[in-house]
């Protein structure tokens, strides 16, 4: 099933799989239990709150949700936020898990159990990457070509969820390097720590200090900074620059922003301080930078 329009009334777990392909300015929907899904954002920002965590989705990243996880999200813009995103029905992915690791011959004595065992995803922000994101940007062009049929959708919605299974099991080898003697002590970490590094994607144009990062991630700010190097090879610092000039260099590219304008928009309020930081990170100004991209 393809939507066009957001779906009213909230998709829930139980719903068959779909895709919603929508645009809006103002958009509410209040905490609900969902399915399995991503969102994606190709144009704008929007936010979804579950729990104490707040991730805001834009250009360059993908959120994943478990299914049962209870979440609000919302839309608020002058312009249009252009959006994509992917609801599984339930037990797809646990199907999916379960064709790739067991063996062929307990899948002849039993193709179909009663209870498959659970798929948990990390649910995080993801940067885009060769795997997942390839997927999706291909089934959107796919179903903006023209109709597509219920079969064709569920192949593809099915192939979808094995580079998700293995971007997993990548994101569990990341876990496995943190410094913790017990795995559930080092999955909790991996949590907190992108809990903090969530908060730097969705809120790099605010002031943030490592107080307020670290308190995000429930950690004390040392033991905070020191993790943090060791999983994601930066300091917090070093990471909120990064994600500041990354959206600047999208800026620059995608819209006729001023330069002081753009310095606002990811955080700096001096328009020279963040021309000379650009020029010493992406080796040129922003003005040259915006003119090479355009051509």
């Known amino acids: 099933m393809i939507l066009r329009d957001f779906p009213r009334p909230c998709p829930v777990p139980g719903w068959p799989s ?11 929907y209040p905490e609900r239990a969902g399915p399995l899904s991503i969102k994606c954002v190709f144009r704008g920002s929007e936010l979804h709150a579950a729990g104490d965590a707040r991730f805001v989705v834009e250009p360059g990243r993908y959120l ?12 608020h813009s002058r312009r249009p936020v252009d959006t994509f995103s992917v609801f599984f029905r339930p037990g797809l992915a646990e199907e999916v898990q379960r064709s790739l690791t067991t063996p062929a011959d307990a899948l002849l004595d039993d193709p179909a159990p009663a209870a498959p065992a659970p798929v948990e995803f990390y649910e995080r922000l993801y940067p885009y990457d060769d795997r997942v994101m390839p997927e999706l940007l291909d089934l959107r062009s796919r179903l903006r070509r023209g109709p597509v049929d219920d079969g064709w959708l569920e192949e593809r919605l099915r192939r979808l969820l094995e580079r998700l299974l293995e971007r997993h099991r990548d994101v569990a080898r990341e876990v496995a390097r943190l410094p913790a003697v017990r795995p559930s002590t080092r999955e909790e970490l991996y949590r907190r720590l992108h809990r903090g590094r969530d908060l730097i994607d969705g809120c790099y144009a605010e002031p943030l200090t490592l107080e307020r990062i670290a308190a995000a991630a429930c950690l004390a700010p040392h033991h905070f900074l020191r993790l943090f190097k060791a999983a994601f090879g930066t300091t917090p610092h070093g990471y909120l620059t990064r994600r500041r000039l990354e959206r600047a260099r999208q800026l620059l590219a995608a819209s006729d922003r001023s330069i002081a304008d753009v310095a606002l928009a990811v955080g700096y309020q001096s328009p020279t301080s963040f021309a000379n930081l650009f020029r010493r990170q992406a080796g040129a100004s922003p003005s040259a930078y915006r003119r090479r991209h355009r051509r």
């Open 18 to 28: 779909f895709v919603v392909d929508a645009s809006g300015t103002e958009l509410e």
């Open 64 to 75: 994943l949700l478990n299914q049962g996880r209870r979440y609000a999200s919302a839309i």
